[in-house]
């Protein structure tokens, strides 16, 4: 199994598709005009600074000493290496540059990929909380998380079902569940805020004091999965983990 | 820089010689700063030989902070005392569509609007908690654990009175006379507003005359303001007993925020019954809609303060009223804020 | 301006000793929390150390622990303590003694019933709660020096009470080291903390200085008290928009740095699994810091910077309308800095993450959280202020001819930014407020034994939490509107969409925010609605990236190197946003919430956004401001490096979110020694990521130096610069470099080279309403 479960992973490989379009041609468009739309002579405007500073000086010592006069640098050599199509001049509003239909095509067709892509993931949403006639023949076990160790409750599950013990190489709480039978998970809090996660396959929820949430769990592969806590609750936030141990 | 065309210096426009320095805002940072510092110290509760308990020495230090807040208005002030209104910045002829139209009454509006959203989200808690906890009143019957959360709103200690339920008058508990005193007290205290800008802006009056009427009317303001803050404390921590009218405060009567062993006892007769439970939540966000709302009625005073002032000393004139026509929509909001969290938290 | 009186000086004198009693009060007592819910309660690790328990490790045979052990020997160690209330052996009191023993190499393992390993520790049981002395087996390691950490908690057992069993209690550590058969010398630690107060110590020190030296070498021959004293007070009192931008710069890069050198204690911390540079708490202050520092004392301060500067120099304006005002929303950030800081060279900084969540804000021990949201709260009303501010003078204070159509790009993202900030703030306000009284008298708004509800703050935060993150970005588009349409030396394209985008852009901001919580117990409706609305965020914002890449068309492009930062501002955003697309899937955000790969995306949008938008912004309007031009060598210089190490740093985190890395935690798990067959923790190679991302870390940090060298060198010796260096239109471009005080002495008429057009329909209707009428009574007295 992939890391995020195959719900994740089939999401994941359909958004990356669309992301890696999306993202050449945005960086090929860029690339392109960066490279073609370049001015020719590179360090005119650094010329062109220097005529402007002198420029600025003149007409600062022409204000003092009383004369009024407007002058500007000469344009048409310039214009050749630094071409001004819009004309560009301080203090006036600059010629409109616009073109209804690109601007529509490049607001609808993002628009059509956006719905699309909402459209793909609503089914996978259903799957990972599903409705309450598909949960009937799940079990219920409790998880509450405290600061800082997580707190397993098989509700008189058999312990075939569902099993709490204590892992012997690394002393962490094991909860032992079955392959392929679905789980309700009701996640609560003692004090702060935490929120078990089972890391491979993806799967959180916060665990709020004074409320239950749930987390659904049908497992299909066997294993010691690691789970640990995804939401900051204090000192050992980081050292809050479990295994979950699916077997047949 | 001084360009005086006979004009005072006033703190709103460079061209007319106002200054481009200012110590207030400095001073009312740094007063902000230490008052909150020491307002935490001194509610942060620390482990004493029977439990916790306050340690409050730093409050004086946080009072101190108060002080410097107020220096720096007064520094504000002074800037602003000598404007005689002789230009008012007004929005360019650009600037549509405010053309012409005062940039400080823009601004009083535009600040009403973030004071909106405080308003709004104190309301957005009361509702969010109100809605959720169970009231005390259906939990009635039932048996409950002690300490259990409910909800017993202000209401049942002022409109319903409580436990004591005295009411003198005979349609309504004495309880909530405060309350209804501090409500007719904004609402013509709104008039007074508006009556000091109308005779403000009068032309067949006398300067001397209609200053005393501009500072009588700010001043009835300024009085009933107090009043109503006086009420409120009356109504929290007091307590009255004035002739036949009398009703416990709200502390004595065991509404706290820290009170989550309260007994509450109901029905009559056969049906009569008692349990203790936690009411720190209303209590929570009573104390702090009703704080906020007069805090800003106290920034209200501190202002009508400054303006009493000035008018006493003939500030205001019909070509100077325009400061008080902000105040106004200022103080008509504070008004229309009280008429939404008095039903809201006194009656409901 | 001088100092007017007597009586401005005594205020000062009183301010001063007030500061002085502030730096020299007593430590704070913290409200201890621990472990609670146990009936007799136990005090752990919270509050100072007491000096009557003595904690102790020996060896079971009554001996010392050795010097150096033996490689693979097991040793039998005798955990003790005497001293504190378990020694009063009241009876019936209960969990009188416990105890956490780690040991950083070699193993640990229980001998009886009465200790036991929980997450790699050994801890006493339920049957070992009781007692005062415990055995456990320790087996040394082949090579290095251990180091056995002993924390005792001696409990007086009392239930009861108020404030509940923690009363009374005290712990107490201590620390053996046993080195390898060699003999070798422990290692010396580095401690958190002083490293983290030395960087910002230099930090200061070094901007000082450079201050400083720029006062001196502008006129070195009236270095004197009496020229010093007028110009540190005309700065202080300042209320020139123009001022006041700079004291945003000067403010906001120094929080730049103490946000990076945060920044770096955390990637140091993290560069390899199990380290232990800092402590759990240290690190979680940092991490907090790090977020808050970044985004009120870093981020928005250099955009109110560019704001203060620019905005009335683009809408013809002499000031912004409210002057004091405005000094005022700049002081109270310093003040809201110092009260944020508090708590953080002692340890108990505010360790809640920037989000603050509920309850742990109100809870936690770190008496630092209470000053942190005091810190806040003044920061929200200077950013109130700030708002109020700037939407009048940009809807009342325009030159003529500039309608709203006719705004300069960046003084409309501005406007946008700000109308978002001061709608959305004043709720965070509250929701500070509502934790800052529960953590001081004890309101009961986020107490969940009264009834109070976590998620309420998740809500008031998140209604402000994600229009702040778009007000942070969107004076970014706004700069980089401006420098992509200058440096290709064409109009913007679709002006008016741009406008339309960014208006969009502020709305949709506000009915998000949920994607915040999607986690958090969110019924399927409202997930559904959330994550259309964010997926539709998508459009505007990809407008404009289309819109600015049609500008490059046609034109040409001048490579400077604020063009080089708006480029790559393009490569990152989009990055950025594409990667942020992910997690409106929900099925998707399940996996990704809290890994490293919401890290990425934030970082992408945040540094990659708006940090390389104000590097652009830097060294764009940077002739205007200070009348020098910078040095393009080292701008370039900067840009190579920055963007390559900042890609270095942040790309490789989407992968290690994708193998599931948690934020937020201290260190991680390697798959390998004892945890090979657990799934779910991090391949091997994960710890080779984190350590060349540290490397990248600093040399971004490092990076960035070069542009802060550069703003001070070019000050100094930069080419005088003309009035329009890069041939922009707006007005800023019209007066000289740098502009005189005030920067108009008439205010200029706004040209428009499109031809005539009719005001708009929605203009004209306002205007009728709101133009007061000329014959209304007392209007026209003295106007």
């Known amino acids: 199994m992939e890391f995020g479960g195959d719900i994740f992973q089939e999401l994941y490989i359909e958004f990356m598709f669309w992301s890696v379009i999306v993202g050449v041609i945005t960086f090929v468009w860029m690339i392109h005009h960066s490279f073609v739309y370049r001015t020719s002579d590179g360090d005119l405007s650094g010329k062109r600074l220097h005529l402007r500073t002198q420029l600025d000086s003149l007409r600062h010592e022409m204000k003092r000493a009383g004369m009024d006069m407007e002058f500007d640098i000469e344009e048409e050599e310039d214009e050749r290496a630094w071409p001004n199509v819009d004309n560009i001049k301080v203090g006036v509003f600059p010629k409109e540059n616009d073109n209804l239909k690109l601007e529509l095509f490049w607001t609808i067709i993002p628009f059509i990929l956006i719905c ?133 | 820089m001084s360009d005086d ?85 007004q929005a360019t002829h650009g600037s549509a569509p405010f053309s012409n139209v005062d940039i400080r009454k823009v601004g009083m509006w535009v600040f009403l609007m973030s004071e909106m959203m405080i308003f709004s989200s104190l309301f957005s808690t009361y509702i969010r908690y109100r809605t959720s906890i169970d009231s005390c009143y259906s939990l009635e019957g039932t048996v409950v654990e002690p300490g259990t959360a409910c909800w017993l709103p202000a209401s049942y200690f002022i409109a319903k009175g409580g436990e004591h339920a005295h009411s003198t008058l005979g349609f309504m508990p004495d309880a909530l006379v405060p309350g209804a005193i501090n409500t007719f007290a904004l609402i013509i205290s709104s008039y007074t507003i508006v009556m000091a800008l109308k005779t403000a802006k009068r032309t067949d009056l006398e300067h001397a005359e209609r200053s005393i009427k501009v500072r009588n009317y700010l001043g009835a303001t300024f009085c009933l303001a107090t009043l109503f803050l006086v009420m409120k404390m009356i109504e929290w921590f007091i307590g009255f007993h004035i002739g036949p009218f009398e009703a416990p405060s709200l502390v004595s009567d065991q509404f706290t925020i ?41 920034a209200g005073i501190v202002g009508l303060g400054y303006m009493v002032v000035k008018a006493h000393k003939g500030g205001y004139g019909p070509g100077n009223a325009a400061s008080i026509e902000y105040f106004g929509l200022y103080w008509h909001f504070v008004d229309l804020a009280w008429v939404a969290v008095f039903p809201a938290f006194y009656l409901y | 301006m001088q100092i007017r009186n007597v009586w401005t000086v005594r205020a000062m004198v009183i301010v001063a000793v007030l500061f002085a009693a502030l730096m020299f009060s007593p430590e704070h007592e913290a409200r201890p929390t621990g472990i609670s819910s146990v009936d007799s309660g136990c005090s ?17 045979n009554g001996s010392a622990l050795p010097e150096s052990y033996e490689a693979g020997t097991t040793y039998t160690l005798f955990i003790s303590f005497s001293g504190g209330p378990a020694e009063d052996n009241i009876p019936g009191r209960l969990n009188t003694g416990g105890f956490n023993l780690v040991a950083s190499k070699g193993t640990l393992t229980p001998i009886d019933n009465t200790t036991q390993i929980l997450a790699g520790e050994l801890t006493h049981t339920d049957a070992g709660n009781d007692q005062q002395a415990w055995n456990a087996d320790w087996t040394a390691p082949t090579s290095g020096s251990a180091v056995l950490r002993l924390m005792v908690n001696s409990v007086n057992g009392n239930a009861d009470g108020q404030g509940g069993g923690s009363s009374g209690d005290a712990w107490n550590t201590v620390s053996y080291t046993v080195s390898g058969a060699g ?240 709608i959305s703030i004043p709720t965070f306000g509250i929701g500070l407020i509502e934790a800052y009284l ?72 506000f009915i998000v925010y949920g994607h915040h919580m999607l986690t958090s117990g969110m019924s399927p409706l409202y997930r559904f609605v959330v994550m259309l609305t964010t997926m ?121 979110g ?67 260096p890069w041939g922009g239109w707006s007005f800023e471009w019209l007066v000289s470099s740098p502009p005189p005080t005030p920067s108009f002495d008439e205010i200029p008429t706004l040209e428009n080279a499109n031809p005539d057009h009719e005001p708009g329909m929605l203009t004209g209707m306002l205007e009728r309403i709101m133009t007061p009428d000329p014959d209304d009574e007392g209007e026209e007295a003295g106007h």
């Open chain 3, 183 to 422: 003999g070798e010398a422990p290692t010396m630690k580095a401690d958190g903390l002083t490293v983290l107060f030395s960087g910002i110590l230099l930090t200061a020190i070094l901007f000082a200085i450079a201050l400083t030296y720029v006062f001196y070498v502008r006129d070195p021959e009236s270095f004197s008290w009496a020229r010093f004293k007028p110009w540190i007070s005309h700065w202080l009192t300042s209320t020139d928009h123009k001022n006041v931008g700079t004291l945003y710069f000067v403010s906001g890069l120094f929080f730049l740095g103490v946000g990076g050198i945060l920044a770096m204690m955390i990637r140091i911390q993290l560069s390899s699994p199990g380290n232990d540079f800092l402590t759990k708490d240290e690190y979680n202050s940092f991490f907090t810091l790090h977020g808050t520092v970044m985004i009120f004392l870093a981020a928005m301060p250099l955009i109110n910077g560019f704001a203060n500067w620019i905005v009335p120099l683009q809408i013809g304006a002499k000031d912004l309308c409210f002057p004091r005002l405005n000094a005022m929303s700049f002081w109270l950030q310093p003040a809201g800095a110092v009260l944020l800081l508090t708590g953080m060279f002692s340890g108990m900084g505010a360790d809640v993450g920037w989000t603050g969540y509920q309850p742990i804000t109100s809870t936690t021990d770190h008496y630092g959280a209470t000053f942190w949201l005091a810190g806040q709260v003044l920061l929200v009303a200077s950013s109130t202020l700030t708002g109020i501010n700037f939407i009048v003078t940009i809807a009342t204070m325009r030159a003529p001819g500039m309608g709203w159509m006719q705004m300069p790009l960046f003084t409309w993202s501005i406007i946008v930014s700000v109308m978002m900030l001061f």
């Open chain 2, 5 to 89: 065309h006979g004009y005072h210096h006033g703190p709103h426009e460079w061209s007319h010689g106002a200054p481009h320095n200012s110590w207030a805002p400095i001073i009312i940072s740094i007063g902000s700063g230490v008052f909150l510092f020491f307002f935490a110290k001194a509610f942060t509760m620390n482990e004493g030989m029977n439990g916790y308990i306050y340690d409050n020495a730093p409050l004086p230090l946080a009072i101190a902070g108060l002080a410097i807040i107020f220096a720096g208005l007064i520094a504000w002030w002074k800037q602003d005392f000598s404007f005689d209104g002789s230009y008012e910045p």
């Open chain 3, 44 to 60: 752990c690790h919270s509050q100072t150390p007491s000096s009557e328990v003595d904690a102790s490790i020996t060896l079971a």
């Open chain 1, 116 to 248: 699309y892509l909402c459209w793909i993931s609503w089914a996978p949403t259903d799957a990972i909380w599903p409705s309450a006639y598909e949960l009937e023949d799940a079990h219920e076990v409790g998880v509450t998380g405290q600061q800082w160790f997580w707190d397993f409750d098989c509700n008189g599950l058999t312990s075939d079902l569902c099993d709490v013990g204590v892992d012997s190489d690394t002393g962490l709480t094991v909860l032992s569940l079955k392959l392929d039978e679905t789980y309700i998970l009701n996640l609560s809090s003692r004090d702060v805020l935490h929120a078990p996660k089972i890391v491979q396959y993806g799967l959180t929820e916060d665990a709020v004091p004074g409320m239950y949430t749930t987390i659904v769990f049908t497992p299909y592969e066997t294993g010691k999965y690691f789970l640990d806590c995804a939401e900051y609750c204090g000192d050992d936030h980081s050292y809050m983990t479990a295994i979950i141990e699916i077997h047949t």
């Open chain 3, 438 to 509: 529960d953590r001081t008298i004890s309101t009961t708004f986020y107490n969940t034994s009264a009834g109070g509800d976590p998620l309420l703050w998740s809500h008031l935060f998140w209604y402000f939490g994600h229009p702040e993150v778009y007000v942070v970005v969107v004076p970014a588009f706004g700069v980089i509107s401006e420098v992509i349409a200058t440096s290709a030396r064409r109009t913007i394209f679709g002006y008016r969409s741009m406008v339309y985008a960014l208006a969009g852009i502020g709305f949709v901001a």
């Open chain 2, 258 to 298: 820290h009170n989550d062993a309260y007994t509450y006892n109901y029905g009559h007769g056969a049906e009569a019954g008692a349990m203790t439970v936690d009411i720190r939540m209303a209590a929570s966000v009573f104390y702090l809609t009703t704080g906020t709302h007069g805090v800003h009625v106290f």
């Open chain 3, 658 to 724: 994708l193998l599931g890395m948690t934020r937020r935690h201290h260190t991680y798990y390697i798959r390998a020694d004892e945890y090979s067959d657990i799934i779910g923790t991090l391949p091997p190679e994960a710890a080779q990521w984190n350590q060349f991302i540290t490397v990248c870390a600093f040399i971004f940090f490092l990076s960035n130096l070069i542009m802060v060298y550069n703003i001070i060198a070019s000050m100094l010796n930069g080419r005088k610069a003309p009035a329009d």
């Open chain 3, 536 to 656: 539709l965020v998508a459009v505007p914002t990809g407008i404009k990236i289309f819109n600015w890449l049609k500008t490059m068309h046609g034109g040409s492009l001048v490579y400077r190197t604020h063009t080089l930062w708006a480029l790559g501002f393009l490569v990152t955003f989009t990055l950025g946003g594409i990667s942020g697309m992910f997690f409106p899937a929900i099925a998707m955000d399940v996996h990704l919430h809290e890994t490293y790969f919401v890290v990425a995306h934030f970082h992408y949008v945040l540094v990659g956004g708006t940090v390389f938008g104000l590097f652009a912004a830097f060294y764009y309007w940077y002739p205007k401001i200070t009348g020098r031009m910078m040095s393009e060598r080292l701008g370039i210089l900067h840009f190579l490096i920055g963007f390559i190490s900042y890609n270095g740093v942040f790309w490789p985190m989407h992968k290690l």
